[in-house]
């Protein structure tokens, strides 16, 4: 079956630190990719998305790469603030461009400190 | 309301009580999906509607778990005989369209049950 793994967590790192969130993915054929994030007090939302290989989705200054070879979608941005902390969740879905069943890992927190 | 809305937002119950979570969907959205988050796990999926009907029912743990929802909009989960291991975050989601590239799930709060 889909599974995604995300890295344990929780994450802690100094303002304009750069950050990295590793996600692999198990699916068969070719599954879409998305990181969603729930700030605190609040329910989750997309934050980005890629739907075949080697696409890029970006947003906000977080950036992730579909990478069919190796099944990974990690999260990157440069340089973190305070803002970003929150829960980030990897997630796929399992045909191009559908997102019923969204398939999510168990999600990681990110402590931005200032 | 603009979002997703979920009520009650928190919920204490004794084991082997029935309880109801509703879910008011974005108006428009005619996908609608049930997850649940334990402590320490991601999300669960348990049930998918696609208008009033649930094409895919898969993820409920039990029998003692159902759901529905009227008039393309308002869904309630009801969990009968309540366990501790119940215990979770229930979230609802909606999206425009069950497949579409460009219709992102948006999320309620979600309810937190307790089962004492």
């Known amino acids: 079956g889909n599974s995604v793994t995300q890295m344990e967590g929780p994450v802690t790192l100094s303002e304009e630190a750069f950050l990295t969130i590793n996600c692999t993915y198990t699916?068969?054929?070719?599954?879409?990719l998305f990181w969603y994030v729930q700030y605190p007090g609040e329910g989750l939302q997309l934050l980005l998305k890629?739907?075949?290989?080697?696409d890029k989705g970006s947003n906000k200054g977080f950036e992730a790469t579909y990478r069919k070879e190796t099944t990974s979608f990690h999260l990157e941005k440069g340089s973190v603030q305070v803002s970003d902390s929150a829960v980030y969740f990897c997630?796929?879905?399992?045909?191009?461009?559908?997102?019923?069943?969204?398939?999510f890992g168990k999600g990681i927190t990110l402590s931005v400190r200032p | 309301g603009a979002g997703v809305s979920q009520s009650p937002s928190n919920k204490v119950t004794e084991k082997g009580k029935d309880v109801e979570l509703r879910c008011d969907p974005i108006?428009?959205?005619?996908?609608l999906y049930w997850y649940r988050q334990s402590l320490g796990q991601g999300l669960e999926f348990l049930i998918y509607f696609q208008g009033n009907s649930a094409p895919d029912k898969s993820g409920l743990p039990s029998d003692r778990f159902s759901a529905e929802r009227t008039g393309g909009s308002v869904s309630t989960l009801t969990i009968q005989r309540t366990q501790q291991e119940d215990s979770a975050v229930y979230l609802c989601?909606?999206?425009?369209?069950?497949?579409?590239?460009?219709?992102?799930?948006?999320f309620g709060n979600g309810t937190r049950l307790t089962v004492t």
């Open positions: 890629a739907t075949k290989a080697d």
């Open positions: 699916a068969t054929g070719y599954p879409s």
């Open positions: 989601a909606s999206s425009l369209a069950a497949s579409s590239y460009n219709s992102p799930l948006h």
């Open positions: 997630a796929l879905s399992p045909h191009s461009g559908a997102n019923s069943k969204l398939t």
């Open positions: 108006s428009g959205h005619t996908a």
